[in-house]
């Protein structure tokens, strides 16, 4: 696909005017998830706001383009996903006793460097991503549609104006309570608990028509393996000792049990997915050596093909793990292990980071379940330490710690492979994206400390000696907690692991049958693993918005790969960018304490304005653009 700004042509973007505008936005980005994921353990996706803020901002200036606004999205939306990273495990060191406030070296140095090795791990993984594999992005496409509408103006902007306002309105309705976020309902049948639930996005739907629908059918798939399959198994084997509601026993043996197996699965999807793109890989980095050699030898090299010089990358990675390896020889007081946690970050963080980079090309940088990620490397972390002799909450504390940098990488790593993306459609040059992300995360890492020992200090964290009046729930950092003690007390259920590594296996077998027949349908074990890690009521719309793709497709005779972008991909563009919009905006209004909310729920009301979007969604998909 031809970028919209063609490699030939250069515009300005390192501007002080894009440098400024990026950096505050990233601070602000991070500081309000922050606290919306201690909150609600989720974030919102900056890009697009961060994008649109941009545009309006830069549309006093004559001198503005398309470029400088994609570079203040990449450095903007570095704090947003920085602040998930860093919200997801360090506050366990809290739940864990081991703070009752964070030091602000310690935080920064793990935000900052964990980020920044994220962001230069993407390195070698974008030709493979994005301009071999050609995976979606489903966000990386919808914030590109943005800049591009935004820069053409007329027939491309009117679809992604009218959902803005569709996605914006209805993420505002919803978020003052006018409707839940699910309509859900669980039942009892027989020994055995039958759930069924939907989220009532616009967003989530726009995801699943991006992606299509085989993208979207697997990600259902791993819900309905883990909601419809290996809950009731369970619940008919354990029963419901502690007497809880059909609803409330369905989730809980989701969180505590079920969902582990979309850990197991992940964990060999992640590594098949390595193997599988070893090649493409591999040709990455000799054409990132090649591209380094010939800019050495006053080559013209074209500008959307040029990475950071890969010897650069080395010395950096080097650079930015020292310092982590001194902050644990000083916590640990043993070089040895403290070597030990600076290799296995290096490993897993890799790792973690391509996953996360594949898996926001998958359902997007919102849905990506980083969190799963760093479960991964905790049990790993864990048993490695447990094993060298560290118990106790020293060796939990090590564990969050190593964790933390893993999962700081893993969330920056999947946001920079989607704004490569961004990047890779509009025709921005990669190197100076790679620069700016680092660029952000560092100054978003800046504030991270004071905004959480802030948080800490105004509301504290349930269920630790720091709560207040109305405390922070912190979902994820218990999660992370409950995981550490599982391994170093052994009382993590590894059964669940397994069988979700067994499931990927089955899948892979699948996969490479139907790809010898040259089956369209395939099966990768990565968004199956994401659907039974993510919840079901994730899954369903992300399911809808596939079939109306493909109902779209078949009423326009057109097939999926050959149209990569219609009128339909720029209304799902805009009721991601409004829906991410106003949660922003209404994240601020959280933080500041004047959140409305409207007396009444009605979910159908919720429904039925849902069912309208997905009508105007599919009647704009059947229009043809005019230039």
Same mark, same amino acid.
């Given at each position: 696909?031809?970028?919209?700004?063609?490699?030939?042509?250069?515009?300005?973007?390192?501007?002080?005017?894009?440098?400024?505008?990026?950096?505050?936005?990233?601070?602000?980005?991070?500081?309000?998830?922050?606290?919306?994921?201690?909150?609600?353990?989720?974030? %919102?996706?900056?890009?697009?706001? &961060?994008? !649109?803020?941009?545009?309006?901002?830069?549309?006093?200036?004559?001198?503005?383009?398309?470029?400088?606004?994609?570079?203040?999205?990449?450095?903007?939306?570095?704090?947003?996903?920085?602040?998930?990273?860093?919200?997801?495990?360090?506050?366990?060191?809290?739940?864990?006793?081991?703070?009752?406030?964070?030091?602000?070296?310690?935080?920064?140095?793990?935000?900052?460097?964990?980020?920044?090795?994220? +962001?230069?791990?993407?390195?070698?993984?974008? *030709?493979?991503?994005?301009?071999?594999?050609?995976?979606?992005?489903?966000?990386?496409?919808?914030?590109?549609?943005? @800049?591009?509408?935004?820069?053409?103006?007329?027939?491309?902007?009117?679809?992604?104006? =009218?959902?803005?306002?569709?996605?914006?309105?209805?993420?505002?309705?919803?978020?003052?309570?006018?409707?839940?976020?699910?309509?859900?309902?669980?039942?009892?049948?027989?020994?055995?608990?039958?759930?069924?639930?939907?989220?009532?996005?616009?967003? @989530?739907?726009?995801?699943?028509?991006?992606?299509?629908?085989?993208?979207?059918?697997?990600?259902?798939?791993?819900?309905?393996?883990?909601?419809?399959?290996?809950?009731?198994?369970?619940?008919?084997?354990?029963?419901?000792?502690?007497?809880?509601?059909?609803?409330?026993?369905?989730?809980?043996?989701?969180?505590?049990?079920?969902?582990?197996?979309?850990?197991?699965?992940?964990?060999?999807?992640?590594?098949?997915?390595?193997?599988?793109? *070893?090649?493409?890989?591999?040709?990455?980095?000799?054409?990132?050596?090649?591209?380094?050699?010939?800019?050495?030898?006053?080559?013209?090299?074209?500008?959307?093909?040029?990475?950071?010089?890969?010897?650069? %990358?080395?010395?950096?990675? !080097?650079?930015?793990?020292?310092?982590?390896?001194?902050?644990?020889?000083?916590?640990?007081?043993?070089?040895?292990?403290?070597?030990?946690?600076? !290799?296995?970050?290096?490993?897993?963080? =890799?790792?973690?980071?391509?996953?996360?980079?594949?898996?926001?090309?998958?359902?997007?940088?919102?849905?990506?379940?980083?969190?799963?990620?760093?479960?991964?490397? @905790?049990?790993?972390?864990?048993?490695?330490?447990? +094993?060298?002799?560290?118990?106790?909450?020293?060796?939990?504390?090590?564990?969050?710690?190593?964790?933390?940098?893993?999962?700081?990488?893993?969330?920056?790593?999947?946001?920079?492979?989607?704004?490569?993306? #961004?990047?890779?459609?509009?025709?921005?040059?990669?190197?100076?994206?790679?620069?700016?992300?680092? /660029?952000?995360?560092?100054?978003?890492?800046?504030?991270?400390?004071?905004?959480?020992?802030?948080?800490?200090?105004?509301?504290?964290?349930?269920?630790?000696? #720091?709560?207040?009046?109305?405390?922070?729930?912190?979902?994820?950092?218990?999660?992370?907690?409950?995981?550490?003690?599982?391994?170093?007390?052994?009382? @993590?259920?590894?059964?669940?692991?397994?069988?979700?590594?067994?499931?990927?296996?089955?899948?892979?077998?699948?996969?490479?049958?139907?790809?010898?027949?040259?089956?369209?349908?395939?099966?990768?074990?990565?968004?199956?693993?994401?659907?039974?890690?993510?919840?079901?009521?994730?899954?369903?719309?992300?399911?809808?918005?596939?079939?109306?793709?493909?109902?779209?497709?078949?009423?326009?005779?057109?097939?999926?790969?050959?149209?990569?972008?219609? +009128?339909?991909?720029?209304?799902?563009?805009?009721?991601?960018?409004?829906?991410?919009?106003?949660?922003?905006?209404?994240?601020?209004?959280?933080?500041?304490?004047? &959140?409305?909310?409207?007396?009444?729920?009605?979910?159908?009301?919720? !429904?039925?304005?849902? /069912?309208?979007?997905?009508?105007?969604?599919?009647?704009?998909?059947?229009?043809?653009?005019?230039?």
């Amino acid at each position: 696909m031809k970028p919209y700004v063609p490699p030939e042509k250069s515009l300005p973007e390192y501007t002080i005017k894009a440098f400024l505008l990026g950096i505050v936005l990233s601070i602000i980005m991070g500081a309000a998830n922050a606290y919306l994921g201690m909150y609600a353990g989720m974030t %919102v996706s900056a890009s697009i706001p &961060a994008a !649109v803020i941009s545009m309006a901002i830069l549309m006093a200036f004559k001198d503005r383009n398309i470029l400088e606004n994609n570079m203040v999205q990449t450095a903007a939306s570095a704090g947003e996903s920085l602040a998930a990273g860093v919200i997801f495990t360090l506050p366990a060191l809290i739940v864990l006793n081991y703070f009752t406030e964070f030091p602000y070296w310690l935080v920064t140095i793990i935000a900052a460097l964990g980020g920044s090795l994220g +962001a230069l791990f993407t390195v070698v993984l974008r *030709r493979a991503f994005i301009a071999e594999e050609k995976l979606p992005y489903p966000e990386g496409t919808a914030c590109a549609e943005v @800049l591009i509408a935004g820069d053409k103006g007329g027939s491309h902007a009117k679809p992604i104006f =009218f959902g803005g306002i569709f996605g914006g309105l209805y993420k505002l309705l919803g978020s003052m309570k006018l409707w839940a976020p699910a309509v859900e309902s669980a039942k009892f049948i027989g020994s055995r608990v039958l759930y069924i639930g939907s989220d009532l996005s616009a967003a @989530l739907v726009s995801v699943g028509y991006i992606v299509g629908l085989n993208i979207a059918f697997l990600v259902f798939l791993g819900g309905a393996i883990a909601w419809f399959i290996a809950i009731p198994i369970y619940v008919a084997k354990t029963g419901n000792p502690n007497g809880l509601s059909a609803l409330d026993l369905a989730w809980v043996t989701w969180s505590t049990k079920i969902r582990y197996m979309g850990v197991g699965a992940m964990v060999v999807g992640g590594l098949w997915s390595l193997v599988k793109l *070893r090649k493409p890989i591999i040709r990455g980095i000799k054409a990132g050596l090649e591209v380094t050699k010939r800019r050495q030898a006053g080559d013209d090299v074209l500008r959307t093909e040029e990475d950071l010089p890969l010897n650069y %990358v080395l010395m950096l990675i !080097v650079a930015f793990v020292i310092p982590l390896f001194l902050l644990y020889t000083k916590i640990i007081a043993s070089v040895g292990i403290a070597a030990i946690m600076a !290799v296995i970050l290096l490993i897993i963080g =890799f790792l973690g980071s391509s996953i996360a980079g594949y898996l926001a090309g998958v359902v997007g940088s919102s849905n990506n379940p980083v969190s799963g990620i760093t479960i991964m490397s @905790l049990l790993f972390t864990a048993l490695v330490l447990k +094993a060298l002799g560290l118990s106790g909450t020293e060796g939990m504390a090590a564990t969050i710690l190593v964790a933390a940098v893993i999962c700081t990488a893993a969330a920056i790593a999947g946001d920079t492979m989607q704004d490569l993306a #961004t990047g890779y459609l509009v025709g921005a040059t990669p190197k100076r994206q790679q620069i700016f992300e680092i /660029v952000g995360t560092f100054f978003a890492a800046l504030v991270m400390a004071p905004v959480l020992n802030l948080l800490i200090k105004a509301y504290g964290i349930a269920g630790t000696p #720091t709560a207040k009046a109305n405390p922070l729930p912190a979902p994820q950092a218990f999660l992370m907690a409950k995981v550490t003690e599982g391994v170093f007390k052994g009382t @993590l259920e590894w059964n669940m692991v397994y069988i979700g590594a067994g499931i990927a296996i089955a899948l892979i077998v699948l996969d490479e049958i139907l790809a010898m027949k040259g089956s369209k349908f395939r099966t990768p074990v990565m968004p199956v693993a994401v659907g039974i890690y993510l919840p079901l009521s994730l899954g369903i719309p992300i399911f809808i918005g596939g079939i109306v793709r493909h109902l779209v497709n078949k009423a326009r005779g057109d097939k999926v790969e050959e149209k990569p972008t219609d +009128a339909g991909v720029l209304g799902a563009a805009g009721l991601i960018a409004g829906e991410a919009i106003m949660g922003i905006f209404f994240a601020a209004l959280i933080v500041a304490d004047k &959140a409305p909310s409207i007396a009444f729920t009605s979910n159908v009301l919720g !429904v039925i304005f849902l /069912v309208a979007i997905l009508a105007w969604l599919y009647t704009v998909g059947k229009k043809e653009i005019k230039e």
